[in-house]
């Protein structure tokens, strides 16, 4: 299983939250995508851009207060993740 959702970079599973991880088609638990971007089996915004989730997850982490570093570290990884490789 992978550590973080492969399409915005949030852990699968923390002490805060749990276990976050999205559901594929017959219900089990994705081991590659978190329940924000994935359930059911598809993306919950199948058409959004690399763009558009760099600016989602960044306004996520300004309401949670994450500092400037932390934010521009997570801008950083997110491309390299498996959903937004070329």
């Known amino acids: 299983?992978?550590?973080q959702c492969q399409s915005c970079g949030m852990p699968l599973i923390t002490k805060k939250a749990g276990d976050c991880?999205?559901?594929e088609a017959d219900g089990s638990l994705?081991?590659?995508w978190c329940?924000?971007?994935y359930q059911e089996g598809a993306f919950v915004g199948?058409?959004?851009t690399l763009?558009?989730?760099l600016?989602?997850?960044d306004n996520a982490l300004k309401e949670q207060g994450s500092s400037k570093l932390f934010r521009w570290l997570a801008a950083k990884g997110i491309?390299?993740?498996e959903r937004w490789r070329t």
């Open 30 to 32: 994705s081991d590659t």
């Open 35 to 37: 329940s924000l971007c």
């Open 21 to 23: 991880r999205g559901t």
């Open 1 to 3: 299983m992978a550590a």
């Open 46 to 48: 199948p058409d959004c």
């Open 79 to 81: 491309p390299r993740l």
């Open 51 to 53: 763009d558009e989730m």
């Open 55 to 57: 600016e989602i997850v």
